[in-house]
């Protein structure tokens, strides 16, 4: 499935791949767990679309009812950063005005320069997987395919997406003890961002969740 309703936003799920292999990803539960929780949806892409086909499916919605579109899925986005632009250009022009990437945040380190200035252009909101307070710990739970530099990466990536103007959200998991969360909240504010605590996909509306954003 490329494109899926959550809540009032449109999310487009471009590719499988990812730098990481995180313990918490949906991806390492139950197929139920997803289906379930997305009336049916089918994320695992049997192939990544291309341009036109991304096109073609996005256009059937009436975009305009969305508060937000967000580029997200199954993988890391900005794994296909060139399509993610591509399509944030046509939505654009489409008079689509609030775009948002949902990214581990190590898309710096995937091309070796610094993309946040293109990416910034087209999308307001940059919402960042941080997930720990350091790097062992962040590479003990992600397991990035850059290892510890990973996390020192992300902050980077994160302060540049603050530089190029657009309004960046740093998220950890529920599941993090209160003083990690407190920590995380921290690093968020020292680069720049706000610090969102979000449930794992399947346990949006518990009250672990709801008890941590309050603290």
Same mark, same amino acid.
């Given at each position: ?108 380190? *995937?091309?070796? @320069?610094?993309? #946040?200035?293109?990416?910034? !252009? ?8 941080? %997930? &720990? $307070? ?52 921290? *690093?968020?504010? @020292?680069?720049? #961002?706000?610090?969102?605590? !979000? ?8 009250? %672990? &969740? $709801? ?5």
């Amino acid at each position: 499935m490329i494109s899926y309703e959550m809540g009032k936003s449109l999310y487009l799920n471009l590719t499988n791949r990812c730098t990481n292999d995180c313990d918490f990803c949906v991806r390492q539960q139950s197929d139920n767990t997803l289906t379930d929780y997305l009336n049916g949806a089918q994320l695992w892409l049997e192939k990544e679309p291309e341009y036109d086909e991304i096109i073609r499916d996005i256009e059937k919605r009436d975009l305009l009812k969305y508060d937000s579109i967000v580029f997200c899925g199954f993988g890391e986005p900005l794994m296909r950063f060139d399509v993610c632009i591509s399509v944030a250009k046509w939505l654009k022009s489409h008079g689509v005005k609030h775009l948002r990437v949902n990214t581990n945040g190590q898309a710096n380190l *995937i091309y070796n @320069k610094n993309v #946040a200035p293109e990416l910034c !252009r087209f999308f307001s909101v940059v919402s960042i997987s941080l %997930n &720990a $307070k350091n790097a062992q710990e962040y590479e003990a739970l992600c397991h990035s395919k850059f290892g510890l530099a990973a996390f020192d990466g992300i902050l980077d990536f994160a302060a540049e997406c603050v530089k190029a103007g657009a309004e960046v959200i740093m998220t950890v998991i529920d599941e993090l003890p209160a003083e990690d969360i407190k920590i995380c909240r921290e *690093i968020a504010h @020292k680069h720049g #961002a706000e610090l969102r605590i !979000r449930a794992k996909i399947g346990e949006q509306n518990n009250d %672990n &969740a $709801k008890k941590r954003a309050a603290e």
